[in-house]
Structures are given as C-alpha cells and as structure tokens.
C-alpha cells in the first residue's frame, strides 16, 4: 500500500483538471512521451572543470526541477490526485554483468550531499541482485521517478514497457548520449494524461533547462 505521509490531497471538486483527469484516468495507456534535445553543454563543461560526475549532476538537477514545478509531483492515489511534499529517484544503472539493477537516489539539498549519498547508493546498488531489500521496500511507492540513461544512443523517439492496470502517475525520464559537438543531449519524458499536459510538459522541461544551465556543485 502506498503511504500518503509524505503528499496531500488535492481538493479534487474545485480542481482545473478534474474532468481531464476523469477524462484519462481508466485509459489502457494513459501515458504520452515527448522527446526533446536539452542544451546540456554548459553543464557537461563544469562538470569536466570541477571532475564532479555529469550524470549525478544531471539527475540531482532533474530531481530539483521536479521539487520547483508543482505539476509534475502529482500523482494518483485510489484514484484520486495528490501533491507530493517530497520525492526520490529511482535510477536504472549497470551492474558488472551488464545487467540492469535500480538505485534509490534521494534528493538532498545540496549537490555535494546527494553525490556522497548516491556513491553509497550505488556501490550497493550494484552488489545486490534486481529484486533487493531495497527494490521491495521502495519500488511501486508513489513518491519515486524513474530515471533511465542509455549513453550509447542518440535517440530521437523512444517508447517504454508497460503493464495494465491503475497507475500511480508516475513520470519516466530517459536521458541519451551526449552530443559534444552539438552540446546537446536527448531526453524522453514520459507523463500521465490524467495529471499534465503537453503545455506542462514544456515548461518543465523550460525549467530543468535552468536548473542545468545554473548548476554549481555546493
């Protein structure tokens, strides 16, 4: 069962989105993905000046950008929509073998705090197998996103597995190879029709643009 201890409800009758929400909530494939090019060259080159890692930084900046645009902290709880007070990401890394296992990274007020934390997260991450005291304990909670990162690949579309039934809303977000010619990076966002839109979408990613652009490691 989901905890609600770290969300409050929204008062769903005086709520914009109420018939919206109606509208996508009972959909087999509630989701919509947009794919977008962030401009992530003034944050790849601190990250090389400073030798911080670019993927912490981006994640940590990804996880920031959630806690400032109130939209996308939304989630559904027996059907009914919540604001998250708090949140975390579940990231995907690889392990020795090159199998995928999940890292809990929590958002930290400072970077330097977040990177100490996800260094631990992730050596122990990645000594355990998929199905972790860690993945029982904290996967399938509502105040996750779920984070994937293919470095190999410059995409331009991409699609997820799913599986049928209610949804908790959950975003995903898909970061790709970075392009050091162009400075840029390709990022898939994965949103619940029931809780944003397109135009929300967009100034999300407006917002974590910023939070990339004006990234320092404190």
């Given at each position: 069962m989901t905890s609600t201890s770290n969300m409050q409800p929204i008062d769903f009758d005086s709520w914009p989105r109420k018939q919206h929400f109606e509208l996508f909530k009972n959909f087999t494939q509630p989701y919509f993905n947009v794919c977008v090019q962030l401009n992530a060259q003034t944050l790849f080159d601190y990250c090389k000046a400073q030798n911080i890692s670019f993927f912490q930084a981006y994640v940590y900046c990804t996880l920031k950008a959630?806690?400032?645009?109130?939209?996308?902290?939304?989630?559904?709880?027996?059907?009914?929509?919540w604001l998250l007070t708090s949140i975390?990401?579940?990231?995907v890394e690889l392990d020795e073998d090159e199998c995928f296992v999940f890292s809990y990274f929590d958002y930290l007020g400072s970077f330097k705090e977040f990177s100490a934390n996800?260094?631990?997260?992730?050596?122990?991450?990645k000594s355990n197998s998929l199905f972790s005291d860690a993945f029982a304990n904290t996967e399938g909670q509502a105040d996750l996103i779920h984070i994937s990162v293919l470095p190999w690949l410059n995409f331009s579309a991409f699609s997820h597995a799913f599986s049928e039934g209610q949804s908790l809303g959950i975003p995903k977000f898909v970061f790709g190879q970075y392009d050091k010619e162009a400075g840029t990076m390709p990022l898939s966002v994965d949103v619940h029709h029931s809780l944003m839109d397109g135009l929300h979408v967009a100034r999300f990613v407006k917002v974590l643009q910023a939070?990339?652009?004006?990234?320092k490691c404190k």
């Open positions: 959630c806690f400032a645009y109130e939209p996308i902290m939304l989630r559904i709880i027996e059907s009914k929509p975390r990401a579940s990231v996800s260094d631990k997260v992730s050596k122990q991450s939070e990339c652009d004006h990234f």
